[in-house]
């Protein structure tokens, strides 16, 4: 069974950083691209980042690119976004997605994990 | 910067048909895009139902298609049962790993 637990989540001022960490069990992770979806509060999905299988190929949603950074360690099954310079408006649900596919580019989302909320508030 | 389009919301009478549209703001939806469909009811994680235009994901029953009709990709909800009532997303694929959520459809089942 895909199982994805995603931590990390919590209250930062602005301007400040946040890592979330998603850990990956029930399937070969290094096989599978993974992405991260966010939810503001009571708005819609909005695509984040994803990288490839193999972590050589990283994407980003306009809103995101420069202040966040996707990683994964595929010997710990684990999945990291590194989120800097936190604006109010980054206020959402972080969800931990896998993908189809080992494509970071074209593969489609399959399973989601809980989510993880990240506050950006003074 | 292309919007990805859905209705805002629909209603369907249990045990009916219903069809829910995922388009663009400009130009036509076609399988390039990979559309995915999602069903999210209040408080949980988004569930995959359809990816890549047809492919059901797994678990999901055959009560949900998905399709490309006419120039959008089509969510086709079929016996519509009281749980369907949900938030439905569309994603499409953009090009240079870029995906865009459309803004959700709310279904009502009465």
């Known amino acids: 069974e895909v199982q994805l637990l995603e931590s990390g989540g919590g209250l930062v001022q602005p301007g400040g950083s946040l890592r979330l960490s998603c850990a990956a069990s029930?399937?070969?992770?290094?096989?599978?691209?993974m992405s991260w979806v966010r939810q503001a509060p009571g708005k819609g999905l909005e695509w984040v980042s994803a990288?490839?299988?193999?972590?050589?190929?990283?994407y980003y949603a306009d809103s995101v690119r420069g202040r966040f950074t996707i990683s994964r360690d595929n010997a710990k099954n684990t999945l990291c976004l590194q989120m800097n310079s936190l604006r109010v408006e980054d206020t959402a649900v972080y969800y931990c997605?896998?993908?189809?596919?080992?494509?970071?580019?074209?593969?489609?989302?399959?399973?989601w994990g809980q989510g993880t909320l990240v506050t950006v508030s003074s | 910067q292309t919007v990805v389009t859905q209705e805002p919301s629909f209603s369907v009478s249990p045990g009916g048909t219903v069809t829910l549209t995922c388009g663009l703001s400009?130009?036509?939806?076609?399988?390039?895009?990979?559309p995915s469909w999602f069903q999210q009811t209040p408080g949980q994680a988004p569930r995959t139902l359809i990816y890549?235009?047809?492919t059901r994901s797994s678990g999901v029953p055959d009560r949900f298609s998905g399709s490309i009709l006419g120039n959008k990709a089509a969510l086709t909800i079929t016996g519509a049962q009281a749980d369907d009532e949900s938030d439905y997303y569309c994603?499409?694929?953009?090009?240079?790993?870029?995906?865009?959520f459309g803004g959700g459809t709310k279904l009502t089942v009465l």
């Open positions: 997605a896998k993908k189809s596919t080992a494509a970071g580019d074209t593969g489609s989302i399959d399973y």
């Open positions: 029930g399937f070969t992770f290094s096989t599978y691209a």
């Open positions: 990288t490839s299988g193999s972590g050589g190929s990283s």
């Open positions: 400009s130009g036509s939806v076609s399988t390039s895009y990979y």
């Open positions: 890549t235009t047809d």
């Open positions: 994603v499409l694929y953009m090009g240079s790993g870029i995906w865009v």
